[in-house]
């Protein structure tokens, strides 16, 4: 069963049933009340009289018939609201909550049933009941709205563009294939691949909107939940030939209409189109020897690849910063990156797309120089300082260019825990520094809510806060003085942070009212292991860091010189399975220097890595 509104199709006069009940529920105790008034008013003296005894046989006639009604129309009503509640029951047969809903299909489900479904039951409901009632008032302003399911929608489109994911392993609840032939993920219904193939559709991505329009009609014709005279059949069969023929498969558009004119053979659209489709129709000169004949109304979607996520790489980043793009780090003036900035970077563009995709799913090949740079890079414990002597750090040295370096269990499963419920109620949505306002705002290319453990916390809370920035640092031997308060990201579903610098470049107006200036350095925390993506990747730099729970990432924003280090432009990948904690502290320049101090040389990066260039080829 698919939710709510499966019985509609399956009896077009259930909605006059649910109807008449509704009037009756809330007007039959009137009539019933009226017409036991009009029996009192008669009944003095009832025996004496054959027409009185008469009359009230009437009376009970009448009484039996809308009693008969009002029980029909109301039991249709509380079929049809066991029979969601079964679906529900069903969809919800898991052993850990937290696991369950970490899996994207499951994600979308939920939000689906409480956008098209819960949002709505309240008026198929006893309205007399005060339980459900109250229950409804106090949980309505937490429900998922209209809003929340487009952004759902985006967030499974987003998965499939990313990781190059069919809409049939979303429709089986298996994005990211079976493992030990198990699912994991509740599948979804004919409603759920509708709303897909629409938004699609309406975004005129006719190869997306195919492959969902597929996987919806192929319900239809299997599982025979919605009758060819109901809206949904015809809705999803509509959008499906129509989508097929902008994608240059006009036989199965005409397969598809055909079927939808054995129904409605009087449609003048249908006819219309399948002339227009005739038309446009150039049989192939003889079939293409062993290759066999498909179906799309008999054969099942897997026999037909109808390319939905086939063509080049390219990811639309919706956010575009006007930075100088190169990998080489000269000193340039504000006046010679701005003269720069066009030619330079939309020249990289597309390759900065390309590799961003394919950072999100896997290393990209790396050149033998670079290679050979990372064999050279080290691991070690540092007990440099008197509090890690008893308790060193672990460090991996991963990256030469920019230097990247992981802390390894910098933080404790307590810690954790405690800063993750300690940021749950402060939770708001992410924003970004606007680079030509430098004031804060949203931003769909930031999907995540954030939460600032600020300086007014509980005594208990400031001790643990205190007793991570010593350790922080201890491990960054930079100086707390200006650091920002630590910032806790919770990213959502499919929820990521696209190519972005976290210091300042020459064009951008952020920090220039912050005392400690620039931000020099980011420390990243990782609160739990993510399943599935939500890798932190460094574009022009062709690093891939997956998350490790309880470890910390630590690069420079800044070279040495104080110019931004161009090659640190990273991204959160959009979170595939699990659940994405990271914990940000952002060092600033001005209290580093004696710590980090200004080579002679302008030009110099870091003096522990001597490579020029990290920007991989994509082999």
Same mark, same amino acid.
């Given at each position: 069963s698919s939710g709510i509104n499966a019985e509609w199709p399956l009896r077009p006069g259930l909605h006059v049933q649910i109807f008449v009940a509704l009037f009756l529920h809330e007007y039959f105790p009137r009539m019933l009340t009226f017409l036991l008034l009009l029996v009192s008013r008669i009944s003095a003296d009832v025996y004496s009289s054959f027409e009185n005894v008469k009359n009230i046989n009437h009376i009970e006639n009448h009484l039996v018939k809308l009693l008969g009604e009002y029980i029909a129309a109301d039991r249709a009503r509380l079929n049809t609201l066991e029979t969601f509640q079964q679906y529900v029951i069903d969809s919800k047969q898991y052993t850990d909550p937290d696991e369950y809903i970490s899996y994207p299909t499951n994600q979308f489900n939920v939000i689906h049933r409480f956008a098209a479904d819960w949002n709505n039951l309240d008026k198929w409901m006893d309205s007399q009941n005060a339980e459900i009632a109250n229950a409804y008032d106090t949980y309505r302003s937490h429900f998922p709205d209209d809003s929340d399911l487009k952004g759902a929608v985006k967030a499974i489109h987003r998965l499939q563009d990313m990781y190059k994911i069919s809409a049939g392993?979303? @429709?089986?609840?298996?994005?990211?294939?079976?493992?030990?032939?198990?699912?994991?993920?509740?599948? =979804?219904?004919?409603? @759920? *691949?509708?709303?897909?193939?629409?938004?699609?559709?309406?975004?005129?991505?006719?190869k997306k909107c195919a492959g969902w329009g597929q996987q919806a009609f192929h319900q239809l014709q299997t599982l025979q939940e919605y009758t060819p005279q109901s809206s949904m059949w015809f809705d999803v069969s509509d959008h499906f030939a129509f989508c097929l023929y902008k994608i240059g498969n006009v036989e199965h558009a005409m397969e598809v209409t055909d079927e939808m004119l054995r129904y409605h053979p009087t449609h003048e659209r249908l006819l219309s189109n399948k002339a227009y489709f005739q038309d446009s129709f150039l049989p192939s000169l003889g079939e293409t020897p062993g290759v066999e004949k498909r179906s799309v109304i008999t054969d099942p979607p897997e026999l037909l690849n109808l390319h939905e996520i086939s063509g080049p790489e390219e990811v639309p980043i919706t956010y575009v910063p006007k930075i100088y793009p190169g990998a080489d780090q000269v000193v340039l003036s504000e006046e010679e990156i701005e003269r720069d900035i066009e030619d330079r970077y939309y020249q990289f563009w597309s390759k900065r797309v390309r590799r961003y995709k394919r950072l999100c799913k896997e290393q990209a090949p790396l050149t033998p120089e670079i290679k050979e740079?990372?064999?050279? *890079?080290?691991?070690?414990?540092?007990?440099?300082?008197?509090?890690?002597?008893?308790?060193?750090?672990?460090?991996?040295?991963?990256?030469?260019?920019?230097?990247?370096?992981i802390f390894y269990d910098l933080v404790d499963d307590y810690e954790a825990n405690y800063i993750m419920k300690l940021a749950q109620p402060l939770l708001n949505r992410a924003t970004?520094?606007?680079?030509?306002?430098?004031? *804060?705002?949203? @931003?769909?290319?930031?999907?995540?809510?954030?939460?600032? *453990?600020?300086?007014?916390?509980?005594?208990?809370?400031?001790?643990?806060?205190?007793?991570?920035?010593?350790?922080?640092?201890d491990a960054t031997e930079l100086s707390h003085e200006y650091a920002e308060l630590q910032q806790v990201n919770n990213y959502g579903m499919a929820g990521q942070y696209e190519p972005h610098y976290d210091m300042a470049t020459a064009d951008e107006k952020a920090f220039t009212d912050h005392d400690g200036g620039n931000r020099v350095a980011t420390l990243l925390f990782y609160m739990g292991d993510t399943e599935a993506g939500? $890798?932190?990747?460094?574009?022009?730099?062709? $690093?891939?860091?997956?998350?490790?729970?309880? @470890?910390?990432? =630590?690069?420079?924003?800044?070279?040495?010189?104080?110019n931004p280090d161009l090659l640190t432009r990273h991204a959160g990948c959009p979170v595939l399975a699990g659940t994405k904690w990271v914990m940000n502290k952002w060092f600033h320049v001005n209290d580093q220097m004696f710590i980090r101090r200004c080579d002679l040389d302008e030009n110099k990066k870091e003096k522990s890595t001597d490579c020029d260039s990290a920007l991989i080829p994509l082999l």
């Open positions: 392993h979303f @429709a089986r609840g298996d994005p990211l294939g079976t493992i030990n032939d198990t699912i994991r993920g509740q599948p =979804f219904n004919v409603k @759920a *691949l509708y709303v897909f193939t629409k938004n699609a559709y309406d975004s005129e991505d006719y740079q990372i064999d050279q *890079l080290t691991c070690f414990y540092k007990q440099d300082t008197p509090g890690l002597i008893l308790k060193p750090i672990k460090v991996e040295v991963v990256w030469p260019s920019p230097r990247i370096t970004v520094h606007n680079k030509e306002t430098g004031k *804060l705002e949203n @931003a769909e290319y930031r999907v995540s809510k954030t939460a600032w *453990l600020d300086i007014d916390i509980p005594a208990d809370t400031e001790k643990i806060v205190k007793r991570l920035n010593r350790r922080m640092e939500g $890798a932190t990747v460094f574009i022009d730099g062709g $690093a891939r860091i997956s998350p490790v729970k309880n @470890a910390a990432v =630590f690069w420079y924003n800044l070279l040495p010189n104080g």
